[in-house]
Structures are given as structure tokens and as C-alpha cells.
């Protein structure tokens, strides 16, 4: 589920679908999603407004399950096909979210989200920041790791905010 329109200045970079999200035909149309836009700042509307905001998953359709009940991690094969054409399409952003690992792995090479999270600074330097996923599985994470929300959360709102705006005075 690929939700994006040339010219859109914010990139986020995200996982797989899960089922609830892949049936509704809108990304982040759950809990993760409300977690997501309270990180951003911003607004149901703002979120999911096509001229500014690119939602472009590692995956295009929900993965399915694994034997565990949990969602399978988004197929190598799809980014492998779809990644560079579709980031071609929507041209040079000014600010990326990397949500969850497996953006995080595809976009900076690294495997250790917690490390990368951590040195968000010098990603933010290039437009980047790497965030865990949003979902209620990274609760105790995130209370693990009060810097997360004390620091990156408000440059990230700012960061957010200043794209958003840019966006604003590009199109009056």
C-alpha cells in the first residue's frame, strides 16, 4: 500500500501493512498510526495529505503470519523491485522517517535499531530520522529509553513542522 504523489516533501519509510491496515486501504489507519502522528506533530489531515507527506512501506501488501501469530517481516523481493522506481517517482524529499527496522536496514545499512535510533543526531543532519515502530509491542522500549521522547521528539516535531511549512509557502 504505497500512498504518495510527486513533489511530497516528507518521506516516510515504513515496514510491511499489518492485515488491519491492508484491508482499510489508508496507512496507518490503527494504534500505530495515532503513535506515529502524536511523534510527528501533526494531524490526522496533515498526515494524509498526498502534497506533502509520502507513505511508501517496504512492502506493498501485508506479508502474512509466521507460525507464532506475528507478522512476517516485509519481503526482501519487494523493496529489491519497488524501492527505486517509486523513490525516483517522487523526487527529492527534504525529511525521511525510517519506522521500524526494516526501513532502518534498507535505508542506512544498519541491523541494531535501538543504536541507530540512538545516534539519530547524524542522521537528522542529512533530513534523516531513524524511529522504532510505533506499535504497542515497543512500549516497554520506549520506557527503556526516555531519551527518546525527552530529545529526538521534539527536534522531530520541529524538523516536521518546518517541512510542513516550507510545503505551505511553496504552494500560496
Known amino acids: 500500500m504505497v500512498w504518495f504523489r510527486p513533489g511530497a516533501r516528507l518521506l516516510i519509510a ?12 489508508r496507512p496507518f489507519t490503527d494504534r500505530s498510526g495515532d503513535r506515529l ?10 498526515f494524509y495529505d498526498l502534497s506533502r507527506v509520502a ?32 523513490l525516483d517517482a517522487l523526487g527529492l524529499v527534504s525529511l525521511t522517517l525510517l519506522v521500524g527496522g526494516a526501513a532502518i536496514r534498507w535505508h542506512l545499512g544498519l541491523r541494531d535499531v535501538t543504536a541507530a535510533v540512538a545516534d539519530w543526531r547524524s542522521h537528522a543532519r542529512h533530513g534523516v530520522f ?15 529509553n526516555p531519551w527518546f521522547e525527552a ?17 505551505d509557502r511553496d504552494t500560496s
Open 37 to 46: 502522528r502524536d511523534w510527528m506533530g501533526v494531524t490526522e489531515t496533515e
Open 55 to 86: 507513505i511508501v512501506p517496504m512492502a506493498f501488501c501485508f506479508p502474512g503470519y509466521d507460525m507464532r501469530g506475528a507478522d512476517l517481516p516485509p519481503p526482501p523481493i519487494c523493496a529489491a523491485t519497488w524501492r527505486k522506481p517509486v
Open 130 to 144: 531513524p524511529l522504532p515502530h510505533p506499535s504497542w509491542r515497543n512500549t516497554g522500549w520506549l520506557r527503556r
Open 14 to 25: 515504513r515496514q510491511a501493512p499489518g492485515l488491519r491496515v491492508h484491508d482499510s486501504g
Open 151 to 167: 530529545d529526538l521528539l521534539p527536534a522531530l516535531r520541529a524538523q516536521v513542522q518546518k517541512v510542513m511549512d516550507d510545503r
